[in-house]
């Protein structure tokens, strides 16, 4: 019983170049979401997404940032022209549901660093 | 203001001693969640331990038990009998609601020394 899949564990893009993080939600789960861990930092939300639609992406920076959960695949988060400010570790987690007691399963994240 | 306050930047404990990490939280939302996280020096989030803000017993999980003091708005994680390999980031993290985001704090660097 696979949790959740993320990679690449580690991701190095150039400026300029575009990211792309791969996340398979565990088995079950169709409520995925994406958190940014800056260095030394708690995680921030980024987007919210269940089987083809955004939920909420209230987080996400609205230039060079989009997400994608299609109906087949993994959820696909797509950073464009990266900067260094982009460095960061990127999480993904899942859930079955959006009541309080539903806790989320998290990846072990992309480790994504600019050069 | 912060929703979610670890006023315990970095800590260190001797190997077998019990261990508290603080978290205070802030919500107006009479249900809510309140979840700690362990992230060690490998970087993955692990789940530790659930308190629901209507649950009337604190939480355990093994070596790990949740302080819960609803009046005063605290959630202390505390770790029994510590090991070397509790030695990691700890974060307090809730969830309002029907809300679906965590929100988390800052962490506490929590160190075993042999």
């Known amino acids: 019983n696979a949790g959740v899949m993320q990679n690449p564990r580690h991701l190095v893009r150039r400026r300029g170049q575009e990211a792309r993080l791969r996340c398979s939600p565990m088995k079950g789960h169709s409520h995925v979401y994406w958190y940014r861990q800056l260095p030394e930092e708690g995680l921030k939300f980024m987007v919210y997404l269940q089987k083809e639609n955004i939920i909420d992406e209230s987080g996400m920076p609205k230039e060079r940032f989009s997400a994608e959960f299609p109906k087949e695949g993994p959820s696909i988060l797509r950073i464009q022209q990266v900067v260094r400010g982009d460095s960061a570790a990127y999480f993904c987690a899942s859930s079955l549901g959006t009541a309080a007691n539903y806790g989320y399963t998290f990846g072990s994240g992309t480790r994504l660093t600019v050069v | 203001a912060q929703k979610i306050t670890q006023t315990q930047p970095g800590m260190f404990v001797q190997e077998k001693e019990a261990v508290t990490l603080d978290c205070t939280y802030d919500t107006s939302d009479p249900s809510y969640g309140l979840f700690w996280y362990k992230q060690p020096s490998s970087g993955e989030m692990i789940f530790l331990i659930y308190?629901?803000?209507?649950d009337q017993q604190n939480a355990t999980e093994g070596r790990y038990s949740l302080n819960f003091q609803k009046a005063r708005k605290s959630a202390n994680l505390v770790i029994s009998a510590s090991q070397l390999g509790d030695s990691a980031m700890y974060f307090c993290a809730m969830r309002e609601g029907g809300n679906y985001q965590l929100i988390w704090g800052a962490g506490t660097k929590l160190i075993i020394k042999p």
């Open positions: 308190q629901g803000s209507y």
